[in-house]
């Protein structure tokens, strides 16, 4: 083993292979710092190249690749808001906060430092079990990680926000979202509503962007600011890398956790940094002040992202099983240089094995080392004026938007789930709580189904489902303990008091709210009615969703109606919090009438054409650019994106003018 | 539905859409030439998976042995389990030799079945190359079982399956072990057959198959080790259209010869044809190659001819092993032989194997 440990890595440290890895890291730098871009498409633009390399260079490349996209994509999720990868969803919630009092390099720099610290970690671990992790991983059985979803559910509570009956609701949402298309048990098609879009479901990114990232734009576009409030970065380097080793024990917790659930084939990553965010918040203390900037919300996610690579390649490697979209394209490299993963991995191709764990381990080092070099200019991004990012924000979100299958369809399911977002936040529902539910749905479905299958309903006694079950209730209990009491009133209302609160007129203030809930309560029920049509397998799961949903709505109106304002139940930004008297802001609708004119535009004469037209009209219109700069931005977002469509060989999504005429690429 | 224009590296260049016009009219039917083109070879799956990783390996000499050498290019269309890109191949491709559609037996299946997703018609293409698969189906010792011959002691026994879902490729052992009259549950929800072998290996089903490469790395091992026993082969097709036994596995008994062992006869019938349509457009004719509806002979036969050349570049089969097998390319005629085998099915037996699922599965098709 230490042998083969050696020669892999003074086969690895030579000039042509450490040239191919920095390759590999570059471009995995540059993919992940693209909002909606990750491994996938980073590993796509690689793969042409790898048939004829020799193998350890091919490997060194790839695994560069992979290996950074987690560390770069804290960007995206730290300076804009926007979740870089479903992997840093979780960074957002308090990195964003952090850019916008302008600690953004203290932010980024306690992320670098985790994400470095859990690749390591992650590559360590990844050395010390790839010769005895082939039993363990063989203990988890369907019946397990049904619990294992469970546990990651049981997170809601934490991420719930100050009013459990929302929670529960949002929850609610994602796993009926989640249930969208075929069924697991019978393949039957539901709530598709005869589209051909919803077939497949509603993709990850689709769902991850419209909750996090349009909601971001659209607030920021109601104030004429930079991102960074007081237009500055914080010269907070060191601090960030102080808070990182103030925290170690936490980012030690994580990147273990990240490691493991990343070797558990079946859970996929992107639940990875919520059950670390969710872990944080329930193991640490003072956490009055996670979700509006504390370190800690960074440091946790960050620390597990990175070190699920590493656990990922164990089932990669040993079952020739893909625990993630990455994960199976770099399993189709490996095919492609000859590699076929399976027990050999740790017999005769142990040397591979050992290549690929130093390549992780090293690539962590440089992207990390880079990101830190990079970071100062890219943060700088938070000082323009908003409105001249705007337009480039919305553009990237629509490109990573249309990633997912390449369609129109993609974009006006970004603007839904965006429009949904934006009225979740403003009314207090929490945004995490809908993706758990969403990313878990299929997988708790599924392993249900198949557990009752093998081993009955007696699968709950297996030993590893008690001792899961263990968890799931100490995550409960923690989850409840640090529970801010939905009852109680807190400072944040003091400026409700000119606002009538009981009786008819209170509820008058409260009807904005009182009709998205009405709302949420129309999907469950049409999530309902939908199930009836299926058959007993395939309806009873999205049936008790539905059905526990509308409990939880029918519990938050009752609440809404009886309740004053004071309660925390209550929130609504536009009329008793961030927006309510604030004259200066502009409209709610106004992002989001920005957004739909792309998106329409581009239904009707393609995308290429819409950005072009979108830009140049935002930029003189609504950011008032002077016309040469207008074309100059407009020229160079057009170029960008043409470059890197055609390195990802994209054609974009056509409009109703394509249908009559015959354009060339990049309009046609 | 629309007519656009498909292949956008070759709009980049001028000349390069003159001289695909030129191509597609008769007066340079004689000398076709890709020279300074780009191929799109049109994949309706996500990258890294095995009709991507089968068309990436092919790109390279692809590129090598078509007249012109243009380059090849592998684009990813995935959705809808593969038919939106095949829906996308149908409408849009021009007839010129520049896009090229590479489907699998998820591609068929649907259009077998009638999937009312499917808006492309098998029959209007044309194709160049079809490229076999086979599999191996094992089960534990822990049913009695110790050796193929020993497969009738299964009759009977409660028998499990991980299966990918009653519509997929997993399609072909539904029917295949119906046939046979073995009493097997399927329990559906699984993603890929890789994954099956791991509820193999954690001893939650006790039959299932992998296919070739998939057995030969990881089964293998546990047949050595005693903990797996392979049954059957589901076969390979010779010229005739019989199922044989697979030429990567001539030791063990073919699907037909498991059979016979069981029922003492060999299988035939309304039932066996149905089976056998699926089995052909999931194994034999799983991979294929395929030129638009209207594309000029001249172009056809320059493909047909590139492929036959690929065979015989000793690199290639030198190389293959990994992502092919030692299965051979179908070229020239066999190709055609196994498309037509492979995408044709009476009415009547279609029919059955819907009214099977439906009934049984509660799979519904419309």
């Known amino acids: ?213 349009v909601p971001e734009i659209v607030d920021l576009l109601r104030r004429d600011q930079a991102i960074s409030s007081d ?39 992107s639940v990875v940094d919520w059950l670390a965010y969710g872990h944080a918040m329930q193991s640490e203390k003072n956490t009055e002040n996670f979700g509006k900037g504390d370190v800690r919300g960074v440091i946790a996610p960050e620390s597990a992202n990175n070190a699920k690579e590493g656990g990922g390649l164990l089932p990669t490697l040993m079952f020739g099983i893909p625990g993630s979209g990455s994960m199976a394209v770099f399993l189709g490299g490996m095919v492609l240089i000859g590699i076929e993963p399976g027990p050999s991995m740790v017999t005769t191709n142990l040397d591979v094995t050992y290549t690929i764990i130093w390549s992780l381990a090293l690539a962590n080092v440089i992207g990390a080392g880079l990101c830190i070099v990079l970071s100062q200019p890219i943060a700088r991004l938070t000082t323009i004026p908003f409105p001249q990012l705007a337009p480039f924000m919305i553009a990237v979100i629509s490109f990573a938007a249309f990633q997912a299958t390449r369609s129109l369809a993609d974009l006006i399911a970004l603007l839904v789930v965006g429009v949904i977002g934006v009225f979740m936040r403003r009314f207090g529902w929490p945004r995490p709580a809908l993706l758990i539910g969403f990313v878990l749905a299929a997988q708790s479905e599924t392993y249900l189904y198949q557990a009752v299958q093998f081993y009955g309903w007696e699968f709950i006694l297996r030993p590893g489902c008690l001792i899961l079950l263990a968890f799931i209730a100490v995550s409960v209990w923690y989850g409840m303990r640090n529970r801010v009491d939905d009852s109680a009133g807190d400072e944040l209302r003091a400026d409700i008091d000119d606002l009538p609160s009981e009786g008819m007129a209170g509820r008058r203030t409260r009807l904005p709210q009182i009709l998205f809930a009405l709302f949420a309560g129309a999907i469950f029920l049409a999530a309902f009615l939908d199930s009836l049509q299926h058959s007993f397998l395939g309806r009873i799961f999205p049936m008790v969703m539905a059905l526990a949903g509308l409990a939880a709505v029918t519990l938050l109106l009752v609440q809404l109606w009886t309740k004053g304002n004071r309660h925390n139940v209550s929130q609504d930004t536009e009329v008793m ?46 950011a008032r650019t002077a016309p040469l700069r207008t074309v100059l931005l407009t020229a160079g977002a057009a170029a960008f994106v043409l470059i890197l469509a055609n390195a990802l060989n994209l054609r974009f999504p056509e409009g109703l003018l394509q249908a009559y005429i015959r354009l060339p690429w990049p309009f046609g | 539905m629309t007519n656009t224009t498909f292949t956008r590296r070759a709009a980049l260049a001028l000349g390069a859409a003159a001289s695909a016009l030129a191509l597609a009219g008769p007066a340079a039917a004689q000398e076709v030439s890709f020279e300074g083109e780009t191929i799109e070879w049109l994949i309706p799956f996500s990258a890294g998976g095995g009709s991507d990783t089968w068309a990436r390996f092919l790109a390279p000499f692809l590129q090598e042995h078509l007249p012109g050498n243009p380059s090849v290019q592998v684009v990813n269309e995935p959705g809808g389990g593969s038919t939106k890109g095949a829906n996308l191949f149908d409408a849009r491709a021009r007839p010129d030799g520049l896009t090229i559609l590479g489907t699998s037996g998820s591609t068929q299946f649907p259009y077998l079945l009638g999937d009312p997703r499917v808006r492309y018609e098998y029959a209007d293409w044309n ?220 009415p009547e037996v279609r029919q059955s194997v819907v009214d099977l699922l439906t009934s049984e599965y509660d799979v519904s098709l419309d």
């Open chain 2, 127 to 346: 194709v160049v190359m079809a490229t076999p698969t086979g599999g191996v189906v094992y089960t534990t010792p822990q049913t009695g079982v110790e050796s193929a011959d020993q497969i009738a002691d299964l009759m009977g026994q409660d028998l499990i399956y991980a299966s990918q879902g009653a519509t997929s490729l997993d399609l072909v052992p539904l029917l295949g072990f119906r046939l046979m009259g073995l009493d097997v549950r399927h329990v559906f929800g699984f993603q890929g057959r890789g994954d099956g072998r791991l509820a193999f290996e954690r001893g939650e089903v006790n039959i299932d198959y992998q296919t070739s490469s998939g057995y030969l790395q990881n089964v293998q091992p546990l047949v050595d080790e005693g903990s797996a026993v392979p049954l059957f082969s589901w076969g390979a097709l010779d010229d005739d259209g019989n199922i044989v036994r697979d030429p990567t596995f001539p030791d063990l008994p073919s699907y037909v010869e498991a059979y016979e062992t069981i029922n003492g006869e060999a299988p035939s019938g309304d039932e066996f044809e149905a089976y056998k349509a699926f089995f052909v457009a999931g194994f034999p004719a799983q991979k294929m190659v395929f030129l638009p509806e209207g594309t000029d002979q001249a172009i056809i036969d320059a493909y047909k001819q590139a492929f036959i050349d690929i065979q015989d570049d000793p690199e290639f089969q030198e190389t293959k092993g990994a992502t092919i097998g030692d299965y051979q390319l179908a070229t020239g005629d066999a190709a055609q032989n196994l498309y037509e085998q492979g995408t044709r099915v009476r």
């Open chain 1, 577 to 622: 919090g961030e927006y309510a008297n604030d004259p200066e802001a502009g409209s709610l609708w106004a992002g989001i009438l920005w957004m739909g004119f792309l998106v329409a535009l581009s239904a009707l004469i393609g995308f290429f054409a819409a950005m072009v037209i979108f830009f140049v009209v935002f930029l003189t219109f609504r």
């Open chain 1, 1 to 213: 083993m230490l042998e083969a440990m050696l020669a892999a890595l003074s086969d690895l440290l030579t000039v042509q292979h450490l040239i191919y890895m920095v390759v590999g890291v570059v471009i995995g730098l540059s993919v992940g710092i693209f909002p909606g871009l990750g491994g996938i498409a980073g590993l796509s633009l690689l793969l042409p190249f790898i048939y004829g390399m020799d193998p350890t260079s091919a490997l060194a490349m790839l695994i560069g690749l992979v290996a950074v996209i987690p560390t770069s994509d804290t960007f995206a999720s730290v300076l804009m808001g926007i979740p870089g990868s479903s992997a840093s969803q979780a960074t957002v919630l308090d990195g964003f906060p952090m850019s916008r009092d302008g600690h953004a390099a203290r932010a980024l720099a306690a992320a670098f430092a985790s994400s470095l610290f859990g690749g390591l970690l992650g590559a360590a671990i990844l050395t010390g079990f790839v010769l005895i992790a082939r039993p363990l991983i063989l203990l988890f059985t369907s019946a397990e990680l049904f619990m294992l979803s469970v546990f990651g559910l049981s997170m809601v509570g934490v991420l719930a926000g100050r009013s459990l009956a929302k929670g529960l609701g949002a929850c609610g949402l994602g796993l009926v979202l989640g249930s969208v298309g075929g069924a697991p048990a019978t393949g039957e098609f539901r709530m598709i509503f005869n589209t051909d879009y919803l077939y497949d479901g509603v993709p990850l990114v689709i769902v991850g962007l419209g909750l996090f990232a």
């Open chain 1, 231 to 269: 237009g500055g970065l914080g010269a907070g380097w060191f601090d960030g890398l102080h808070d990182w080793w103030k925290n170690i024990w936490l980012s030690l917790r994580c990147a273990s956790l990240g490691t493991i659930i990343g070797a558990i084939p079946g859970l996929g990553g």
